[in-house]
């Protein structure tokens, strides 16, 4: 079984960065594809990034590209979002997932069975 708990979110100005931390126990993340997906208030849950279990390999949502960078350390216990060059319309809770399926094309919320709680990221403008 894997939980996952993600951490790092908060209030920044357009332009700005923040970092996400996802963490898991049970077990590591080098035995899944780990993804972020994102929800903001009154929309549908939307995929953001995806890296595969060996960490050689990622895939990025079009809107946060060259902008977001996933990355896994390498014991596989937390896989991170660095998000750079805030917009506003970034503003969502974002959710780190955990599956067996590696693919470079968009994910959907059924392509992942494990998710944490979500932590919020508000960007102002």
């Known amino acids: 079984q894997v939980q996952l708990v993600e951490s790092g979110g908060g209030l920044v100005q357009a332009g700005g960065s923040l970092r996400l931390s996802c963490a898991t126990s049970?077990?590591?993340?080098?035995?899944?594809?780990t993804g972020w997906f994102r929800q903001a208030p009154g929309k549908e849950r939307e995929f953001v990034a995806a890296i595969r279990w060996s960490g050689d390999s990622t895939y990025y949502e079009d809107s946060v590209k060259g902008r977001f960078t996933i990355s896994r350390d390498n014991a596989g216990n937390t896989v991170d979002l660095q998000m750079i060059s805030l917009k506003p319309e970034d503003t969502a809770v974002y959710y780190c997932a955990a599956g067996r399926i590696w693919r470079t094309s968009k994910y959907g919320t059924s392509d992942y069975d494990y998710w944490g709680q979500g932590t919020r990221v508000t960007v102002s403008s």
């Open positions: 049970g077990r590591t993340f080098s035995s899944y594809v």
